[in-house]
């Protein structure tokens, strides 16, 4: 389905596609859409630069002089000098040169501090931001190795990285902590940390180092930092998840926001996440989308889907052989890779390279389309090794980042769930789409134990036909955390006369759903909160976590669970419970005493009146584990009402990062949940607005 894609034909094919898609799109005459020229953008691309010869000349990469980019893997710009962040194992590999590093040999390997998330590297400098403790690292290059000559401590979990071209700027996104930090790389001092929206990740800089682009785990919003030289300023811009494929008239919910990329001219800014609900056949999730938005105006190069032009719903392609939409454009690939981990800009070719983190493929796409997933220049297929028992490739599982070398002929890429470094040979035979088994080298094993490993990889796996529907745990619940969604559970009845249980991102996305819409259900954060035995489920209904997992694999796909023996199932969920379990890393937490404010709001909290500890125990994580019927909350618009409104008691634990609450996601803050609450969970109703005050700030620190 989602194999390699050959052949000349093929690839002429889809660049017909883009441009009949660019032309049904400005024939839908949205408002907001972009006039044809600028879509096509061919001629429009190289303005900032220098690059030579006929303006359609494609642009060489060094005359671009690309920013430094900054990722799990970095190259240091004029050498093959790779850096890769491995988070698990807490280290940095180096590479002299990446280029001919056929064994393990080939790198060095230095210890950091905490676990590292993204590197930058020139020179003989590398900058790698630490999660817990926050901190951002300076090394010194020196021999092949490299020494710590500076450190600055950051708001905890610090995660992605952009640094300007003339090296003396940078800023840091702290995901958990949701803060951007703008430094003085000279003085190697931060100048201003700004307040941003939940888990900012990917940061990429515009060219003259003045403005700088964010990507959310969670929605849809970017962040727009400008004025990085004087007082920074933030702002929100909307970006439309994959327009064209939403129902019409609305504006889809996204995740997975880990990368951007910026064109090297300025003019477009690419970013690759989850569409949460987009259009198309069995596209129960949504699809996996790179939206490109100008910069300059901050609108979307895609305009809105209206009426019914473009996407037919999934009963209808059921019909039809191949293609999903009227305007006869493909219903595959839907989404050409899964869980979008890390985007490059490939200037040479105009196109972007993406790694999925799901199923393990690493895609190049035509930068210069409107919408560059149904522009599919060719996919490799990096997983080998595919587990004949448990399914999920055992090498390159997860790649989770990538730096193109000098050339930009060879792609560099690491993959986290089994630690190989993969050099894909981008030059060669434009449609050979899978390295050989020489270009991977293993840099590290599980470094918790073999069977966390087992989870670990299926954990992030979206191929294994038993363990998801093509998407992968990780997909929803990426690094333990949640995508802060809230899912349609949907029961209807089959031709077959059964019934079936699914999630679904949005219900117009299956028509027998448009009647019944489907009940809300909000994704729980997994990390740190899964000690309890059981039982598990909003409902309570699964004794132990590895039964909650067996039965959420029959909910999380299109269709149902096939008939699998269920030891199939219970094997992949126990090793998955002990992933969960061991693997998973717990978010920052601030190791300071309660403020005089939350101390007091301990005590409402635990106060026989407020009775919050009767059911949030505080000894077991603050839950009691059991389903309680409280009172009914209004029903959301776009579900269904609940038909049994009893609901376990959730463990508070995280409660500050994890926004919305309840299981339908209605209560977007503490405030308004503790404002609402009344008399429904325990007593609030007596609270002054002091108190109610304090119980906030104590709720903060669980
Ligand atoms: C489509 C998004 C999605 C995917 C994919 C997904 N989950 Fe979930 N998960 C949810 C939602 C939503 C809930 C809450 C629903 C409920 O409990 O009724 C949940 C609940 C859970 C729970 C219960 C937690 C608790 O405290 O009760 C566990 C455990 C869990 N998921 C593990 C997994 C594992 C392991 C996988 C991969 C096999 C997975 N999930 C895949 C969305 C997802
Ligand atoms: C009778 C048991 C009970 C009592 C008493 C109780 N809660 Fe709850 N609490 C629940 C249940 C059940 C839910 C889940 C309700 C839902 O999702 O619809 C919940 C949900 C919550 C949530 C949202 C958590 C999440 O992950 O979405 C917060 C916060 C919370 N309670 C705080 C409090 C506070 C503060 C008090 C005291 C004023 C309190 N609760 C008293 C049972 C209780």
Redesign the pocket.
């Known amino acids: 389905m989602k194999g390699p894609r050959r052949g000349v034909f093929e690839r002429m094919f889809r660049s017909a596609l883009s441009l009949a898609m660019i032309a049904a799109s400005v024939a839908c005459g949205d408002p907001g859409g972009a006039p044809p020229a600028a879509s096509a953008g061919t001629s429009a691309a190289v303005t900032a630069s220098s690059a030579p010869g006929s303006p359609d000349a494609p642009p060489r990469a060094a005359e671009l002089r690309a920013p430094l980019t900054a990722g799990v893997v970095s190259r240091i710009p004029g050498t093959e000098t790779v850096v890769v962040a491995d988070e698990d194992h807490r280290a940095l590999h180096i590479a002299m040169d990446a280029r001919r590093a056929a064994t393990q040999d080939a790198f060095t390997t230095i210890e950091l501090p905490g676990a590292p998330a993204q590197a930058a590297a020139w020179g003989d400098t590398v900058l790698v931001t630490i999660r817990d403790p926050g901190l951002l690292l300076r090394l010194r290059l020196e021999g092949g190795s490299a020494k710590e000559v500076g450190r600055v401590a950051l708001p905890a979990d610090a995660w992605g990285l952009a640094v300007t071209r003339d090296q003396k700027r940078a800023v840091v996104t702290s995901a958990w902590t949701h803060k951007a930090t703008i430094f003085d790389l000279e003085k190697l001092a931060a100048v201003a940390t700004v307040d941003v929206g939940r888990e900012p990740r990917g940061v990429t800089l515009s060219s003259d180092g003045s403005t700088a682009w964010i990507s959310h785990l969670v929605g849809a919003k970017l962040t727009k930092l400008s004025d990085l030289s004087g007082a920074p300023v933030a702002s929100t811009v909307l970006l439309p998840p994959s327009p064209l494929r939403a129902p019409s008239g609305r504006t889809l919910e996204a995740s997975l926001g880990y990368a951007l990329a910026l064109s090297p001219d300025d003019t477009r800014l690419y970013v690759a996440r989850h569409a949460l609900g987009a259009m198309g056949r069995e596209a129960w999730f949504g699809a996996a989308t790179v939206d490109v938005l100008r910069p300059k105006t901050g609108d979307a190069i895609a305009p809105l889907h209206q009426g019914n032009a473009m996407v037919y719903r999934s009963a209808v392609a059921k019909e039809l052989d191949t293609p999903d939409t009227k305007a006869g454009l493909p219903a595959e690939p839907l989404s050409p890779f899964t869980q979008p981990r890390d985007v490059r800009y490939r200037a040479s070719q105009r196109s972007l390279l993406v790694v999925g983190e799901g199923d393990n493929v690493l895609t190049e796409l035509d930068a210069q389309a409107l919408d560059p997933t149904i522009a599919v220049l060719r996919t490799f297929a990096l997983g080998r090794d595919t587990d004949p028992n448990l399914g999920g490739a055992r090498t390159c599982g997860a790649p989770s980042g990538l730096a193109l070398s000098e050339d930009e002929n060879t792609a560099y890429v690491f993959c986290r769930a089994t630690y190989d470094f993969v050099r894909v040979d981008l030059a060669g035979d434009p449609y050979v789409a899978k390295p050989d088994a020489a270009a991977y080298v293993r840099l590290g094993e599980d470094p918790v134990s073999a069977e966390v490993g087992v989870g670990r990889r299926l954990f992030y796996d979206a191929t294994d036909k038993i363990t998801s529907g093509g998407l992968g745990c990780a997909g929803c619940h990426p690094e333990g955390r949640d995508d802060g969604f809230v899912w349609h559970e949907a029961s209807f009845d089959t031709p077959d006369g059964g019934t079936r249980t699914n999630f679904v991102g949005t219900y117009e996305n299956v028509p027998d759903l448009a009647k019944t819409k489907g009940v809300a259900r909000?994704t729980v954060m997994l990390a740190g909160r899964v000690r309890a035995e059981g039982p598990y489920g909003?409902r309570a209904e699964s004794p132990t976590l590895a039964e909650r997992i067996g039965a959420g694999m029959g909910l999380h796909r299109w269709g149902g669970l096939p008939k699998h023996a269920p030891e199939n199932v219970a094997a992949r969920a126990g090793y998955m419970a002990q992933f969960i379990r061991q693997g998973l890393v717990t978010p920052p937490r601030a190791a300071s005493a309660l403020s005089p404010e939350a101390e007091r709001g301990k005590q409402v909290?635990e106060s026989k009146e407020?009775?919050?500890a009767?059911?949030?125990r505080p000894d077991t994580d603050f839950s009691d584990r059991v389903?309680?019927p409280?009172k009914a909350?209004p029903s959301r618009k776009d579900f269904e009402d609940e038909p049994k409104?009893a609901?376990?008691?959730?463990?508070?634990l995280f409660?500050e990062g994890?926004a919305p609450?309840?299981?339908?996601g209605s209560?977007p803050s503490?405030e308004r949940?503790?404002e609402a609450?009344q008399d429904r969970?325990?007593?609030?109703s007596h609270l002054s607005a002091d108190e109610r005050a304090a119980?906030v700030a104590y709720?903060r620190t669980l």
Do not use: E, Q
Not at 647 to 652: D, E
């Open positions: 909000r909003w909290f407020a009775a919050c009767t059911c949030h389903a309680y409280l909350l409104a609901f376990k008691t959730p463990s508070l409660l994890r609450y309840f299981h339908d209560a503490l949940l503790v609450n969970m325990g007593k609030t119980l709720l």
